[in-house]
């Protein structure tokens, strides 16, 4: 082995070796019970972020945890075609050469995006490989390659085939930049500086009038009425009337409706049904005209009468300033409010009448609704289910048509004289009037459509795979919170609908890493931390090890280096002390499993108790997903008790009579702390397991399965003890391997002869027994039912250290009174903020228990 732990040499050779070897394959279990999980497909225009490495993290430590219980383990991986995102980048490459799609046509068009994901589709899924993520790649999906397209199509025409799919003419959000429609999820709203402009529309039969008010006024150039509440008194006496809408002249009544906020400005608002929902769903009510003013390029129609052609933002000023000229405008207001953006592009989204293609939720909701309630899915943490809940009860109808051309084209054809033709497969002639010249619909389906099917279409679906068969419903899904609408829910929805059962019975949430300070990371805060960046200066396992450090479920992530710095701290103590072993027990000798002695000797028959205490523990936190819980457990375990105590102990162990059954401990517990640690990181373990065991892979071994074993009684009081005179060393500056007298009270006789050898190796003292407690010229050491006396003559100047001590009594009697002076003022207790009350209560616990030791130290003398 090399002297020093050099992340960069091993995690360049194990991935290929693990493939090769068939390791990530369910088949390596082949009699396994099967457990399947599937990964959450990144956009093939994507790399790698630090929300990727958290969930392929988590994802991994379960398979590979799983994989090495015997389980028959598949992880499918594979990429979403990401229609906008992908359609921008191409777009964006032309545009550097001058061109648009346009230029080159739909079918050359959708050829270079297919020769750009050749050339670059792979990007990401080598990034998943370099983090150790075990997927099985030979399943590797694409949500457009063929398989998945069938599917797709099958989904489509068998919804429309049961009416849940439908072709509409409705008020739908549109993204001017990216040129077409989307779902209600895909919009980002944040809180704008905007205003309130107020607009006194003139009755049309005499004076007066009403007044209105919008934050979009130039919407107003496509108003057909204004309604009010039916009871509201101010305008009972108006409904019916008809007013002449300001700068167009066009005569619009006054209809009353229950959609109307009675305490919203001046309790009329206008009505533009091509332009707003809830106007759009008075209008259909009160039979009103649908003008549409504003086109898909975000610019006014010839509708808009002088307004047209100006861009909306443009026409919004043009319009006010028209406004004022006619004498219509009352005031302009101050008016902060939410602005819906496009998710994709940022740009701001325009509600505007379409006709597009729609799914009917509804139907398909209840019982997806029905499916977590009744606990066939489970949300962990359960708090999640509520979000899940209040989305589901309050969907409206899914758009699903995107006018973009990379993507799954929508299954729906059209003949000459507009009969709608829709087929799996191209259909040869019109189902209605049988006419041979067809055209396919021009729109693609939203990428969370083909999305929606993942946990079964990667599987085979529609066909009856052994795959198929096997692996749905999915085991778990792990995924964040912020795509619960997007994805979750839309997958609850598809897969009871054409599978009969839920898609996976867990549903496990995780938070979003932030940075350091708990901000959200994003390019614009110039806060990212790049993954990769992390793996090439620390190593991919430090950074998993921090990771899942920190990942119990529904909890951020606030990614501090120093973390990362810490996981590869512990890689060089698990490095070194892999070595300190292999000094013992001979390179390749111990077995991949098994091996754990009959008759242990009491320092073996401790580690080994405790290690099959940790391992029992460490899965039931797993099997929980606290994960931070469990390697923190784990790390400490390996840390303080291995590290720090046995490979001490068996310094002396492997020179006494049991030295067989000490080297075969050692090499047991340091392979079965590789074992626990692999899931976590892979490529460290590995390595190590190749010297300790050589035999066969890691990543393919049988998980622990520890006997139980009896810990001696005494071992916690004799660890106790030692660390104590080690403590009293450090306080008196002593050498550590300078000798002590230690006379040993210990009434209920727990320490035997091999107690009291290790005792004196470790502390390096001197053992005496006493049948009575010591008093002066002694310092006591309390350690559970032993306590050990130190005699001072000749160690310490008794004089200085009593005024030592006598000086460091008053210094903590001083800082207990002031601390108790302030707790005791019950204004500091009610005013102050929590932390600083919580802050002093630390510092008043801290302060009287050094009082008392130092006056037990001080009594000591």
């Not at 040129?179 to 205003?195: F, N, P, Q, R, S």
């Not at 005209?289 to 307004?307: K, L, M, N, P, Y």
């Not at 996981?567 to 754990?596: D, I, M, Q």
């Amino acid at each position: 082995m090399n002297p020093t732990y050099e992340p960069g040499e091993i995690e360049d050779r194990w991935y290929e070796r693990w493939e090769q070897a068939g390791v990530f394959r369910p088949e390596y279990r082949p009699d396994g019970n099967p457990f399947c999980v599937v990964i959450p497909p990144p956009n093939v225009t994507g790399s790698l972020h630090m929300g990727h490495a958290l969930n392929h993290t988590i994802h991994d430590v379960i398979v590979r945890r799983k994989r090495m219980q015997g389980f028959a383990a598949l992880w499918l991986p594979g990429t979403d075609h990401a229609g906008i995102a992908t359609q921008n980048v191409v777009e964006r490459e032309l545009a550097l050469e001058g061109m648009s799609r346009h230029d080159l046509g739909r079918e050359r068009f959708i050829e270079q995006v297919w020769e750009w994901k050749r050339r670059y589709g792979a990007r990401i899924t080598t990034q998943i490989r370099r983090m150790g993520s075990s997927c099985d790649w030979t399943r590797e999906r694409f949500t457009l390659d063929e398989g998945l397209s069938r599917a797709v199509r099958e989904v489509f025409v068998g919804l429309y085939e049961e009416d849940l799919i439908y072709r509409g003419y409705r008020i739908i959000n549109w993204c001017p930049r990216c040129g077409t429609a989307l779902a209600d999820i895909e919009v980002e709203y944040k809180d704008t500086a905007g205003t309130l402009t107020h607009i006194r529309y003139p009755f049309a039969d005499g004076d007066g009038g009403i007044t209105v008010a919008t934050t979009r006024p130039e919407t107003m150039l496509g108003d057909t009425g204004v309604a009010v509440h039916p009871d509201d008194e101010r305008y009972g006496d108006v409904v019916g009337r008809m007013l002449r809408l300001p700068l167009m002249g066009r005569l619009i009544p006054v209809v009353a409706d229950e959609a109307v906020d009675l305490e919203f400005g001046t309790g009329a608002v206008k009505v533009t049904p091509a332009h707003d929902l809830t106007d759009f769903e008075i209008g259909e009510r009160h039979g009103l005209e649908q003008v549409t003013v504003i086109d898909e390029h975000g610019s006014i129609t010839a509708a808009g009468g002088r307004f047209v052609g100006m861009d909306r933002f443009e026409a919004r000023r043009a319009v006010i300033e028209a406004l004022e000229a006619e004498g219509a405008l009352e005031k302009v207001d101050e008016h902060p409010h939410s602005v819906g953006h496009c998710y994709r592009c940022d740009t701001v989204v325009e509600p505007r009448l379409s006709d597009q293609w729609f799914v009917a939720v509804g139907e398909l909701a209840r019982p997806a609704i029905a499916a977590v309630q009744d606990g066939s899915n489970e949300f962990i943490p359960k708090r999640w289910e509520k979000s899940y809940f209040h989305w589901m009860e309050n969907l409206r109808d899914w758009t699903i048509s995107r006018q973009i051309w990379w993507g799954h084209r929508i299954p729906a054809w059209y003949c000459l004289d507009g009969h709608l033709t829709v087929s799996r497969e191209e259909p040869a002639e019109c189902a209605t009037c049988s006419s041979a010249e067809l055209v396919q619909d021009e729109d693609v389906l939203d990428t969370w459509f083909s999305s929606a099917l993942w946990p079964f279409s990667t599987l085979g679906w529609p066909d009856e795979t052994e795959d198929l068969d096997r692996f749905y419903p999915n085991a778990v899904l792990i995924t964040g919170f912020d795509i619960i609408y997007f994805w979750v829910a839309r997958m609850m929805k598809m897969g009871i609908h054409f599978m009969g059962s839920v898609p996976f019975h867990q549903t496990v949430i995780h938070g979003l890493v932030r940075d350091v300070d708990g901000q959200k990371m994003s390019k614009s805060r110039g806060n990212t931390i790049d993954p990769l960046d992390v793996a090439d200066e620390y190593g991919a396992d430090p950074l998993r090890l921090a990771l899942i450090q920190a990942a119990n479920p529904g909890q951020d992530v606030p990614l501090d280096m120093e973390w990362v710095a810490g996981a590869r701290r512990f890689g060089n103590k698990l490095w070194n002390a892999t070595r300190f072993v292999l000094r013992s027990v001979e390179a390749g000798s111990v077995p991949p499993s098994g091996g754990y002695p009959e008759n242990p000797a009491p320092p073996d028959r401790w580690i080994l108790a405790r290690l099959g205490e940790v391992t029992a523990r460490f899965d039931r936190l797993c099997d929980e997903y606290r994960f931070s819980d469990a390697f923190g457990l784990l790390y400490n375990f390996a840390w303080s008790e291995v590290f720090d105590w046995y490979l001490e102990m068996t310094k002396i162990s492997l020179q006494g009579d049991n030295a067989e059954a000490s080297r075969a401990t050692l090499g047991v517990v340091m392979r079965d702390i590789l074992k626990l640690f692999h899931p976590a990181i892979p490529y460290l373990t590995e390595e190590l397991w190749s010297h300790v065991v050589g035999a066969g892979l890691l990543a393919g071994a049988d998980w622990p399965e520890v006997p139980d074993y009896d810990a001696p009684p005494v071992m916690d009081d004799l660890q106790g003890l030692i660390a104590g005179v080690r403590r009293f060393r450090a306080e008196q500056g002593l050498p550590p391997r300078r000798e002590l007298a230690l006379v040993v009270f210990d009434p209920s006789g727990t320490m035997e002869g091999w107690a009291e050898e290790l005792l004196a190796d470790l502390a390096s003292v001197a053992v005496s027994r006493s049948d009575v407690e010591l008093d002066q010229g002694h310092t006591r050491v309390v350690s559970g039912r032993l306590q050990g006396f130190i005699p001072l003559e000749g160690i310490i100047d008794l004089d200085a250290e009593r005024a030592r001590l006598d000086k460091a009594i008053e210094e903590a009697e001083a800082d207990l009174a002031r601390a108790d002076s302030k707790l005791h003022n019950q204004s500091f207790v009610d005013r102050a903020p929590a932390e600083v009350v919580e802050k002093e209560r630390r510092k008043r616990t801290e302060a009287a228990e050094l009082l008392a030791t130092l006056r037990a130290q001080r009594e000591a003398l």
